[in-house]
């Protein structure tokens, strides 16, 4: 029988306790699981804003990840591969207790979405994608580089041009962009909005929930064997890309490299939005989102 009750649980997946939320069981829909950002970030302003309004309808589920969030750390720093946290998943659907799943990921979780259907294809039935990332990528760091160059900082516009005419390679102007810029910088490439910006940074503080780092770089120093933009084209489900046109941290140049390799997709733009559509235009947000996993 389907383990799907409504509240907070604390679940081991692969000897690790991991945050799980359950809402809008009374619905009896093929569960949507939701699957965050990052690496490293967790559900805290997701399920205080759109996931209620997804709630009203769908039985959605939760989960925050190894080391993220709610959820405990892993005994090594090192534990945080796509194949762990793939297993975790894994685990997480077995105490569930059903057969199909509909996945929706944000920015990273829309990656780990689509790794996750690589792996059990015959168990999800259909995927939403927003903003997704590629992580591991040379496009993904030159949209964020461009994307902070074209916000109009003059100071960290002057750094970055210099970095590329000492020929500096891509990594260390990456790097050294993410150690300079601000949270007012950072503001302005992920949110079109900046009051919806102060919004989310509230709720991000209220949280009291940090981002270690530990899962980002262990990610971006273990390097699957067949990169995950090479096997998109085996992903046949029905894929639902969502991107807003001012993204300037995944981007349209991202989601529509994502959107074009694979067979089965839909790409809609959201006009107002930049990396979060879900708090700048939330009612498209849910609409587009329950149109399609009713069709």
Known sequence: MPNLKNGEFNVPLNGINHWVKIEGSEHKTIPLIILHGGPGGNHYVFERTAGPLLGKTRTVVYYEQRGCGRSDKPESDGDYT??????????LKKWLGVEKIDLLGYSFGGELALEITDCIPEEVRKLILSAPSLINTDIQQMVQITGFMSIGNYGLNHEISECFQKGSNLDTIYNRVWERVSPDIVDLLLFEDQEIARMNRALWEESNLLNTGLMSRTLLNNLVEVPLLDRLKTIHQQILVITGVFDRNTGMPISKLIHSNLPNSKLVLFRKSAHFPDLEEP???????????NS
């Open 283 to 293: 009612e498209k947000f849910i609409k587009e989102i329950n149109l399609y996993l």
């Open 82 to 91: 796509i194949e762990l946290l793939i297993s975790d998943f894994k685990e």
